[in-house]
């Protein structure tokens, strides 16, 4: 991480001089089509951006936790593209004119810290991302995806490693690029090998080691 602490906390409070805004579970934040209103930091909970397929099915692009900004592109180039934004938990945000966003950060250096760490770490996820579609199959690329979860999301417990963001069957398929039904098959195997656990969209990593000496 390159931004220290005073400068993390800088970002933070350009974003409270703007809109504080809560939002319940499964609430729409940005709607396919709609301007977003303005930049959005996150500063408790997760939301996962989206595009719907032309076979109407939801396609993953990335969930975004605390200390996050999003829509990333749009606030520098106002490029207008299809995504959605959907609160995943209770989630509180700050949000501030899209203006006041680009005239702080080119006239504040101690911003842009922070924000290159956020934009290294976007890179670093969707490379993972690709890099994934590489392996033949549907469970590499399963233990691969779960493996990135765990790194991003992962929080160590006596029963294994939870991945503290909930994930819908469609959700992991889209990101692997298979379908519904192999995604749930799949996820059926290794948690019956004991290496996982699902239960209610959590996913619980209980072998790590096992697991990843599936792609390794």
């Known amino acids: 991480?390159?931004?220290?602490?005073?400068?993390?906390?800088?970002?933070?409070?350009?974003?409270?001089?703007?809109?504080?805004?809560?939002?319940?579970?499964?609430?729409?934040?940005?709607?396919?089509?709609?301007?977003?209103?303005?930049?959005?930091?996150?500063?408790?909970?997760?939301?996962?951006?989206?595009?719907?397929?032309?076979?109407?099915?939801?396609?993953?692009?990335?969930?975004?936790?605390?200390?996050?900004?999003?829509?990333?592109?749009?606030?520098?180039?106002?490029?207008?593209?299809?995504?959605?934004y959907e609160s995943l938990s209770p989630t509180i945000v700050y949000r501030i004119d899209r203006?006041?966003?680009?005239?702080?950060?080119?006239?504040?250096?101690?911003?842009?810290?922070?924000?290159?760490?956020?934009?290294?770490?976007?890179?670093r996820y969707q490379s993972q991302r690709i890099l994934n579609l590489e392996y033949r199959t549907a469970r590499e690329r399963l233990v691969s995806f779960l493996l990135i979860m765990t790194e991003r999301f992962g929080k160590a417990t006596q029963a294994g490693i939870v991945i503290e963001a909930p994930l819908r069957q469609q959700d992991i398929a889209s990101s692997i690029n298979t379908s519904r039904e192999t995604a749930s098959r799949e996820l059926s195997?290794?948690?019956?090998?004991?290496?996982?656990?699902?239960?209610k969209m959590l996913i619980t990593i209980t072998d790590e080691a096992k697991l990843r000496s599936i792609i390794e």
Request: proline content about 3%.
């Open 99 to 123: 203006k006041k966003y680009k005239r702080e950060i080119i006239a504040r250096t101690e911003l842009l810290a922070p924000l290159l760490d956020i934009t290294l770490q976007m890179y």
């Open 1 to 84: 991480m390159l931004a220290s602490p005073e400068q993390q906390q800088a970002l933070l409070d350009l974003f409270k001089e703007g809109s504080r805004l809560e939002y319940r579970k499964g609430e729409l934040i940005i709607r396919d089509g709609d301007s977003p209103g303005g930049v959005f930091y996150i500063e408790s909970g997760l939301v996962k951006a989206y595009d719907i397929t032309r076979y109407g099915e939801e396609n993953l692009l990335i969930i975004r936790k605390s200390g996050e900004i999003f829509p990333i592109i749009w606030a520098i180039t106002e490029s207008k593209w299809h995504v959605m």
């Open 189 to 199: 195997a290794l948690e019956k090998k004991k290496l996982l656990s699902v239960e």
